[in-house]
């Protein structure tokens, strides 16, 4: 008898969840043995459903998105984070940021939502470096965001970060301004940040729906840009760019530069960088 296939749905889904949980490990085992293929399976298939179709089970496994593989790439050193719930949690982010690079999530790629796993683990471990580094005393967080997030103006000393109510959590204040104040104590160049930055921007667009690759600018921007005017060495001069043709644009042009490549390996690269960075100041 045929079972109700909303209810079937709202198994598949429940049955995901425990199985992407990284405590659940042992029933995850399970689920596998039950999909792949070993020495007793096809007899043990007989036994069950007489006349099934072996191949079936591999669009049930594509349905399912058990992408059990993912667990066996490389993942960042998180050993170096002692704190076991958020190792646990960044483990748990990190494989479904493979998802959507591997296409296996929802069964395509999606550099978007990506971005969204990748922000997720980098906000974790912004928030837990600061959590660990002031011993989660808010008043010297604050301090620490409003330093790395100063300059000067008129010979007096000026910050960006400026929040309206006092923050009552590290979560509370702005991820790019934690970021910048992290360039700050580690002495990172912003080159060292811009990926962090536009990995963000991505997440923060992709939330109010208004990514867009915009591919005109990137060509009439781009073709300003590399014109003798704004060329130095044969490089280019964005400081010269951004005072003729707007700070905005010129940096809306990089962002869009690099959301063009989506480049994968770059933000995988970077997420392990930051993870062993906070792993060895703490």
């Not at 002692?82 to 190792?87: E, F, H, Q, S, Y």
């Not at 980098?122 to 965001?145: G, M, P, W």
């Amino acid at each position: 008898m045929g079972q109700d296939k909303k209810q079937l749905r709202k198994l598949l889904a429940f049955v995901k969840e425990i199985y992407d949980h990284p405590d659940n490990k042992e029933f995850a085992e399970g689920i596998r043995e039950m999909v792949l293929s070993d020495k007793d399976f096809q007899e043990r298939l007989k036994e069950v459903a007489p006349g099934a179709d072996p191949e079936s089970l591999k669009r049930i496994e594509k349905y399912l998105s058990l992408d059990y593989e993912i667990d066996e790439k490389i993942f960042p050193d998180y050993s170096v984070i002692k704190d076991d719930d958020v190792r646990a949690r960044l483990h748990a982010d990190f494989r479904e940021m493979l998802r959507y690079r591997f296409g296996t999530r929802n069964h395509k790629i999606d550099f978007a939502e990506f971005c969204r796993y990748a922000t997720l683990q980098i906000e974790l471990l912004v928030n837990y470096y600061f959590e660990k580094r002031y011993s989660s005393d808010i008043t010297k967080i604050i301090q620490a965001v409003i330093d790395g997030n100063s300059y000067e103006k008129d010979g007096e000393k000026q910050s960006y970060y400026k929040p309206n109510h006092p923050p009552k959590d590290v979560a509370d204040i702005g991820l790019k301004f934690k970021i910048q104040t992290l360039q700050n104590e580690f002495s990172w160049q912003y080159k060292d940040i811009s990926s962090y930055l536009n990995i963000i921007e991505v997440r923060n667009r992709q939330s109010h729906r208004s990514l867009r690759k915009d591919e005109d600018l990137i060509q009439q921007i781009g073709k300003k840009l590399n014109s003798p005017e704004f060329k130095v060495d044969g490089k280019i001069d964005n400081e010269k760019a951004k005072a003729v043709l707007g700070y905005k644009t010129v940096a809306e042009y990089w962002f869009q530069v690099w959301l063009d490549k989506q480049d994968f390996d770059n933000a995988c690269g970077e997420i392990k960088k930051m993870c062993s960075t906070i792993g060895a100041a703490i």
